[in-house]
């Protein structure tokens, strides 16, 4: 089981989408990089990502990892929103059904899931329709 | 540089080998390699293992090896680019001979994946994905190559029945080799019938968990042509990386890694896609082969579900690929891997593959891939 510190230190990206703007060429890295992959420049501004996107591929897990056992199947995508910024993530509150290539949905802050029965609960961004 | 040949190959029985631990697995795979190459002692090993710490609790593998192969003091080392673990230790031994640092190698691979339950091997393999930004949210590798195919179907209008294919196809191999884990043939029907476990891939689109080994000797061309022995020359090494996340990349349906190592190796053995003879791929899923062929460029970008339904890639076919029944059918220890297709590759281009040689094999090429493709290693051949 991993120390809370694994968890706090990633907040400012799971909790609040926080990325990093080239100030150079303009290119978003989400998370943030070091290092401009584009133009190797190294000054950044932190932005916060557009709170909406459309699917751009889904699948739908059924076979899961072991801390999402009691949730499969469960429905994830790539979303792209509309800064232009990827994610991975569940698609949630949606029939499997109603899953489509360019369907617009939009973050929601919620539970991803928890360490057993009094460990830590995780949270963090899912898709929602919009 | 010097010219490297690879002058031993050793592969035994793959599968779930409950009886055998991973040190016992790795040593009569590598006594093989030594025996076929007609040599005893080695100057260095290279060991290629993703995960021996997830899957068996031990790491220190190389010094490990070295013992139980009686090759200490050598020096060893063990190498991790995940499922593309022991391409990479097959580049590394590559780089020893050819730069002079050591005469003699063994480069090898090794997984022992069965010591642990499903669960906890399915979490060894999602750590070659990205901890915090995809597994965190509950995806799989079955899941990440299920995003590209439906990615690829939408884009190309690749079909169910084109996926399915490969499975076939490589079974269809697979039943030809005597020491591939699933040595039968499978139909469509079979595979489209098959248990959902990442929508649209389904578990006879997945290759296995397995236990296996395998390894080959090298020396420099000048050497081997002492030591009387048949030569196949590595001409072409190259390794590349991209995003490991898949969700970063700018075309999900496109493997820059395969195409980047590729383009490195081509160009170092003076050879085109339509220069090679035979291929063998990572089809660790059946999306999979289909987008490794196209970046290879042994088909054209998108036609790669085209290239299986028409046969180009069948055994007969004008290009075979995974002739030694692939991930799929022969299994996938994934550090053992890359280096059983370069084991393939020797067999074939020695003529030695029996009843699925195929036929004036001069130039092969092994393409191994990590994660969803955060990185590539590829090797080309040729007969000497």
Redesign the interface.
């Known amino acids: 089981m991993p120390t809370p510190s694994r968890y706090w230190r990633?907040i400012p990206?799971r909790y609040r989408l926080e990325a990093g703007k080239c100030r150079n060429c303009g290119f978003v890295a989400f998370?943030p990089r070091a290092i401009c992959p584009a133009c190797k420049a190294r000054e950044f501004e932190t932005i916060t990502l557009a709170d909406a996107g459309k699917i751009?591929?889904?699948?739908?897990?059924?076979?899961?990892?072991?801390?999402?056992?009691d949730?499969a199947p469960?429905a994830?995508?790539?979303v792209e929103l509309d800064d232009g910024v990827?994610?991975?993530?569940?698609i949630v509150d949606c029939d499997f059904e109603e899953l489509k290539?360019g369907r617009r949905v939009k973050i929601e802050f919620r539970k991803?899931?928890q360490e057993g029965e009094s460990g830590v609960i995780?949270y963090?961004y899912?898709f929602v329709p919009e | 540089m010097r010219e490297v040949a690879v002058i031993g190959v050793g592969m035994t029985k793959w599968g779930e080998l409950w009886e055998k631990s991973l040190r016992q697995i790795f040593v009569e795979t590598a006594l093989l390699a030594l025996d076929d190459a007609g040599v005893d002692r080695i100057d260095s090993l290279i060991v290629g293992s993703m995960s021996s710490g997830l899957f068996v609790g031990q790491e220190h593998v190389a010094s490990l090896l070295a013992d139980y192969l009686g090759q200490t003091p050598v020096p060893a080392a063990r190498v991790e680019s995940a499922c593309a673990s022991g391409g990479l230790a097959l580049r590394m031994g590559f780089i020893e001979v050819a730069s002079g640092m050591a005469d003699i190698v063994l480069a090898g691979g090794v997984e022992k994946m069965t010591d642990v339950n499903g669960?906890?091997a399915?979490?060894a393999l999602?750590t070659a994905a990205d901890q915090?930004?995809?597994?965190?949210?509950?995806?799989?590798f079955?899941?990440l190559y299920?995003?590209?195919a439906?990615?690829h179907m939408?884009k190309y209008g690749t079909t169910r029945e084109q996926l399915a294919m490969v499975a076939v196809k490589n079974h269809d191999n697979g039943s030809l080799n005597p020491l591939a884990q699933f040595p039968f043939k499978i139909t469509v029907d079979s595979v489209l019938s098959s248990?959902?476990?990442?929508?649209?891939?389904r578990v006879l689109d997945c290759s296995p968990i397995t236990d296996g080994a395998a390894a080959v000797v090298l020396c420099s061309v000048e050497m081997a042509k002492k030591l009387k022995k048949p030569i196949v020359k590595i001409t072409g090494s190259g390794q590349a990386t991209d995003t490991i996340?898949?969700?970063?990349r700018k075309d999900?349906t496109w493997l820059e890694s395969t195409f980047q190592a590729a383009k490195k190796a081509y160009a170092m053995a003076g050879k085109k896609p339509e220069d090679i003879d035979i291929v063998e791929v990572h089809d660790c899923f059946t999306i999979a082969e289909i987008c490794v062929t196209e970046a290879l460029g042994l088909v054209e970008k998108g036609k790669g579900g085209k290239a299986v339904e028409e046969g180009l890639t069948a055994l007969q076919g004008k290009i075979p690929v995974n002739a030694s029944g692939g991930l799929k059918a022969k299994g996938h220890p994934v550090g053992a891997t890359g280096v059983a297709q370069a084991v393939e590759i020797v067999k074939q281009l020695r003529g030695e593959a029996g009843p699925r040689q195929v036929k004036e094999a001069k130039v092969g090429l092994t393409q191994n891939m990590g994660g969803s493709g955060g990185s590539t290693v590829v090797h080309i051949f040729e007969r000497a």
């Not at chain 1, 751009?56 to 056992?69: H, K």
């Not at chain 2, 915090?132 to 799989?140: D, L, P, S, V």
């Not at chain 2, 248990?195 to 891939?201: G, I, M, N």
């Open positions: 990633e990206q998370p751009l591929t889904y699948t739908i897990i059924r076979v899961p990892p072991q801390p999402f056992v949730q469960y994830m995508g790539i990827r994610l991975t993530g569940q290539i991803i899931f995780y963090g899912k | 669960h906890e399915t979490y999602g915090e930004y995809e597994c965190f949210h509950g995806i799989t079955p899941g299920a995003l590209i439906l990615a939408e248990v959902l476990v990442a929508d649209p891939l996340a898949l969700s970063s999900i």
